[in-house]
């Protein structure tokens, strides 16, 4: 099948798969033949041209700072929900901003573009924490597929390397660094700067959500482990049942004392199998430095699969950034290319 593909949302990561696709020979080498027909930007604007874009005019104009509609293309305007249901595209690339609590406006997205028998690929946390299983079912009932890789740890292994990879494992226990963001904001703190300074660098590095109230208080290392244990542990719970504290309390002098007793604190967020059912957190925790987490500093995630046959099993590798989560979509494009060819 050849994809057409349309951006819902086209911002940093967006973006970063933009540029992934126009970097690599995808058809030479991995038989995946593809064009993008659209692209709906809340800032940005839309256009859509069903015979396909040129992307690499697109990310110029866009470096230039100017508007999608400065495109040579008729069809401008339209909205997300215009661009899923009047659009050719058969692959609907979700990456608008996420809101944790209620799926936000990317669920409707989903929804609609399942329901319309369109494949979906997607970063965004907010349908997957709200909806994974009933999103799950719709694209199976219309026959397409809908993969998030990108929601936990950016392109760096996480969900396709406990259901794929360690498929037929029992997964007992995950846990690990889960927010690039905080950690490096408690990265730069121990090295002296000041929590306000070290946000800003992480919101100026792509790092941290739209509104990074979300990476600080914790609510998206919640939403991630929710993620997890809904979708590889099988537990069916909702983002208030992990309890969860932030790093906004933790200050220069916690992290230099910390430092002088030859500890560490990072944000960490479990998911464990227990007699009573599943035990899900999100907290700082003070960790000895040889600990093997706290040598992940900077963006840099981590998290240690605990199972039955390879006991503990650890991945570690970045958790945000443009190319880094662009690169997850590339992975689940290719994975959904394999399956339907
Ligand atoms: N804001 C998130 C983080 C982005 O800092 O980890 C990746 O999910």
Redesign the pocket.
Known sequence: MKFKLAFIGFGVVGQGLAEILLEKDLQKEHDFEYEVVAISDMKLGSIYDPNGLDLQKILDLVDRGEKLDRYPTDKTGWDPIETIKKSNANTIIEVTYTDMKTGGPALEHVKIALSEGKHVVS?N?GPVANEAKELLKLAEKNGVHYRFE???L?GTPAINLALLTLAGCEIKEIKGI?????N?ILTKMEEGMEYEEALKK?QELG???ADPT??VEGI?AQG?IEILSNTVMGADIELEDVSREGITELTLDDIKTAKEEEHRWKLIGSTKKTEDGIEAKVSPEKLPLDHPLASVMG?T?ALTFTTDYLSDVTIIGP??GKKE?GFALLVDLLYINNLVG
Do not use: I, M, R
């Open positions: 970063t946390k990108g929601t936990v950016s889960v927010n690039g963001t905080t490096y992480a790092y941290a959500e979300g990476d998206d991630k963006p995630n958790g945000a989560t």
